[in-house]
Every structure is written in C-alpha cells, then in structure tokens.
C-alpha cells in the first residue's frame, strides 16, 4: 500500500502551522505574557524556543521522515519494545485531548453565534458559567447534557470527520490551505479593529511593558517551556505522522524553524488583540487594567464578550473573534484525528475511511461527557494530568528513546543531508541531557504540587478516578494494541537514513 504524499511543501507547512497554532495561542499566551513581566517574558519563551521546542520539532520531523512512518511505526524500527510509547502519544490525545477540545471549539461556536444579537446579556460571566455550561457543584453530580453544546460538537465532528476522510492530500492539505490565510486574514482584522479602540495603548502597555523582576522566579522560565512544549504540539505524534508524509527530498529543518516561528509569531501578534481589547474595556468602565484581566477560559468567554457589548459594532468583532477560535481549533482537532488514524493504517493496514468513521463515531460519543454540567470540570481535571504528565513523559521517552537508543548522528546526517539549515553537534546535546532534563524538572515540580494540595481544589476521589485513571488506562491500551502483531510489513523496512 503506497504511502501518501503532500501535494507541496507549502501544504505540509500549513497543515504542521495549523496543528501547533490551537486555542492556547489567542488566550493562554497573552495572559501568559501580562503576568509573568510583559515584554521581559518574551526572554524566557525565546529561550525555550530555541533551546527545547525547535530542537525537539526537528527531532520528531528528522524520526517521521527518516523511518517513513507514524509514531508507533517510527519508534517500533527505532526499538521494536519501544513501540507502546508511539501508541501511547496517540491513544491519549485522541481518546483524551481531542474529547474535550473538540467541547471547548464547540463552545466557540455557540458564542460565534451569539455574537450577533449578543446573546450573552449584560453579566456575561452568569451567563457562561450558570446558564450556557450550569456548572454542577462537584465532578461527581453529572447533570444533564446542554443541548447546544451538544448539536455544536455533533457540527464540529462532522467537520473533522469530512476533511480526515479526504485524505491527506485532498482533506488535511486542502483544509489547510483554507484554514490558515482565513485564521491570518481574520486576526490582523482584530488586531488593527482593536487598536483603533479609545484605550487600547493602555492594553498594549500593560501587555508588553518589561518587568525583569519577574525572571529571577524559576515559576516564569519552567512555565515559559511548558508554554512551548505544549504550543507546537510535541509529544501528540502528530508531527511525526505528517513529517512521514513528505516526498524523499524535504527541507526538514527549515520547516521546523518555519513552523516553530510562524507559531509563536502569531501567539505574539494575537496577543495585541487580546490586550487593546482589556485596555478599551479598562477605559470604558474606568477601571484598571488588572481588575478586567482574566485567566484563560475566562478571559474568552467572559471577558471578550463583556467588551463586544461596550464597543460599536461589537457583534461583528465577536463573531470575528469567535471564528477565529473554531479555525485555530479545528485545524488542531484535524491533526489528532489524523495523527491515530495514521498509526492504525500503518499497523493493521485497515481501510483508512472505515476506520475515519468509526473512530468519529468513538470520539463524539467520548465528548459527550465533557457537554454535560459536570463538564467543566472534568474538562479540567483531564486536561491537567494528560498534559502535565502524559505529555510530559512521553517527551522525556522521546529523548531517550532517539537520544540514547537511536545513532543520533545517523538522524542528524539524514536531516542535514536533506535540509538548509545545518545541525551539530550542539543538537545532540539538546536532546540527550538539556530537554530532558527540562522536562524532568517541569515533571517534579507538578507532582511535588500535586502531593502538597489536591489539583484545583477537587477531591482526592475525583482526581484519581478522572485524572490519574484517564492517564493509566491510554497508558494500558496503548501496551494491548503495541502487542498485537503487525499486519503490514512497514515495520520490517528501515529507514532512509
């Protein structure tokens, strides 16, 4: 069965831009940004940078594309035992990540909705947590499903559904290709509408304005990675899935500078959006800056609504607003989908649409859970020890696995050979002792939290039964599926290296 290709560099470009730029982009760095000293913060993102997230994109560009496969595929010809850790990278995020993120995209599309008539009312923060999500008092009281929440996943679903189907060239390319100049085109329109709001300079100010104080706390530089690591979508096996699709000759390392830097580039410009927002909402009711400022989820879905209201021709801006965050979400949601479908043809060369269907069909029944009134926090629970642990470690295996196991210069060659940018020796380094070590240490740091006070305030109970089953039992698939035996003979081929 023949391996399929990217029609064009460009396309594997957009499509690896459209997976690391998510929702987080648009509202977890700008409140990233303002908290941790402004424009001094930049410092330890760009160090993190270059330091951890490129390197370990190039890495997982370099592994797809020297040994043509998926995660699980690339690992098993690395080291045959270590075909568990690809399955696990895309057992958790589909069968975890994707089940709620696809909830909160279909929460942007209620509220692209509601923009126009500004259904949210005058106390918008009521209305997001009593009346569109009506929270329930523990993670244990369910509730009811919310009605909305529910026909917009279905929508979301459906749409993930149709552009996998596709294919990679016809699907995921052409999404791409659509997605990302809409997601550019739709944010400059924001960001010059928004500057133009009477105290946006003030946002602005409290946006970029550097506190260098703020570098000498460890919290700022260990956070700053984590940002990174999570941004561009490392330890999710997607970009090893979609590097695997790339013709012989491909620049790998100048893609990953691309991508890394488009990725954070846009982070940055987005964030000007976010804060002449919060300054004009700040000089509209009088207000400082730090009292209309709110964290993430907050900050999209009561904040930004609050100021749509204040500002002439509100209802625009927030439908522009909220569409923004559906774009930046499905062109994520696409790649995760894509990134276990691609593990499961390799390995079972099952029909790829028949299997599309059905996994579909799996993860809207998972979301369910996630639009019901208890929702929230679950969303919550899972989201935190998937990425905080699941992640994490699967990024430490990474370096491990192709550090020590794997002849890092073969891969090294292999990249260079084919790429623009050249690597050294100081790229080994990187891999084997620094970012592990980094990802060690965000690692302790976690878990010395969590034992000191449960996570969030939740119970004990809760936490264990949502949280730390949801890791163990991805954990435990992905050992099944890695011991069945293979039904292609991909694995038995090598590499290009």
Known sequence: MKREQWKSQLGFLL?????????????RFSYMAYTY?????????????????????????????ERIGSAPLAYA???????????????????????????????CLNFFLLSFNLGWGDDP????????????????????????????????????????HRGVQ??????????????FLLTAVLVFWSLSLEGAMEGVRAYLTPDFSKLSDPKVWIDAYSQIFFTLSLGFGIMIAYASYLPEKANISRNAVLT???????????????????????????????????????????????????????????AIFFLCLVVAGLSSSISIIEAFTS???????IKRKRLIALVSILGFCGSIIFTTQAGLLWLDIVDHFLTHYGLVVVGIFECVLVGWFFRLKVLRGHINRVSTVKLGPWWDFLIKYFVPLVLGIILSGDLYNELKKPYGGYSWTSLILIGRDWVLLTLIAAFVIASRPWRTEHHRSGGRG
Not at 286 to 293: D, H, L, R
């Open 15 to 27: 499509a690896a831009i459209g997976s690391a730029i998510g929702l987080g982009n648009i509202w």
């Open 37 to 65: 000293g402004g424009g001094a913060f930049l410092i330890p993102y760009l160090t993190a940078l270059l330091t951890a997230g490129l390197p370990l994109l190039i890495l997982e560009f370099g592994v797809g594309h």
């Open 77 to 107: 010809k690395i080291r045959k035992n270590w075909e568990w850790l690809g399955w696990w990278a895309v057992t958790f995020v589909m069968f975890g990540i994707v089940l709620y993120y696809t909830v909160v995209i279909a929460w």
């Open 125 to 164: 923060n009521s209305f997001f947590f009593k009346e569109f999500l009506s929270v329930s008092g523990a993670p244990s009281e369910i509730g009811q499903i919310r009605t909305p929440i529910f026909f917009a996943l279905l929508f979301i679903w459906l749409v993930n559904w149709v552009i996998v």
């Open 170 to 183: 016809r699907g995921i390319e052409l999404a791409n290709k659509i997605f990302m100049p809409l997601l």
């Open 260 to 318: 890394a830097f488009i990725n954070s580039g846009y982070s940055l410009f987005a964030g000007f959006a976010v804060f002449s927002v919060l300054g004009f909402m700040a000089a509209s009711q009088g207000k400082p800056i730090s009292e209309v400022v709110s964290q993430s989820i907050g900050l999209a879905f009561v904040a930004y609504p609050k100021a749509v209201s204040l500002m002439p021709g509100g209802n625009l801006f927030g």
């Open 343 to 349: 593990a499961m043809v390799d390995k079972f060369g």
